[in-house]
Structures are given as C-alpha cells and as structure tokens.
C-alpha cells in the first residue's frame, strides 16, 4: 500500500512585535561621566592638549554650576515646590 504524502500549507506571516526601549534611570554615576566626557570634549575642541583637558575634567571643582550642581548632581526641579503650602 502506498502513502501519499500530505500537501504542506503555506506557513501564515506572522507580524512582528515592535521592539521597545524604556529609557534607564540615570544614576549619579551616569550624571557625572556624561558631565566629565562633555567638559573633557569641550576643553579638546577648545585645544587644549590632552593632559589638560583630562585635568579639567577629573577635577569636578571647576565645573561650572550649571553642567552639575557640586553639592547635588540629581537635583529634582519640583523638590523645591511644596505641596502642602496652599
């Protein structure tokens, strides 16, 4: 006896999911290598040597107060707003 062997059917397009990114929280750790990268980036274009620049972008005392507040990195604009205040 003879099989016959069955017709495949044609395999259904199957949609693909969007993929989706949440963007990470920033840490102070992330503040301060962006803020050191940006300064040290500035400093080269500015054309100072390497040394330098890389000076000034270890040294967090001469950033400016506002590319990162000395005292509080992560500083929350509506912490300075009270809420109970009517």
């Known amino acids: 006896m003879a099989t016959r062997k069955r017709a495949k059917k044609p395999a259904k397009k199957v949609a693909k999911r969007r993929k989706t990114t949440k963007e990470p929280i920033l840490t102070k750790l992330d503040f301060w ?10 400093c080269r274009r500015a054309g100072m040597d390497e040394g330098t620049a890389l000076a000034f972008a270890m040294d967090r005392s001469s950033y400016p107060d ?3 507040d000395p005292k509080d990195p992560i500083k929350n604009p509506l912490d300075d707003f009270d809420e109970d205040e009517d």
């Open 33 to 42: 290598a962006i803020a050191a990268k940006e300064v040290y980036d500035s």
């Open 66 to 68: 506002w590319i990162v």
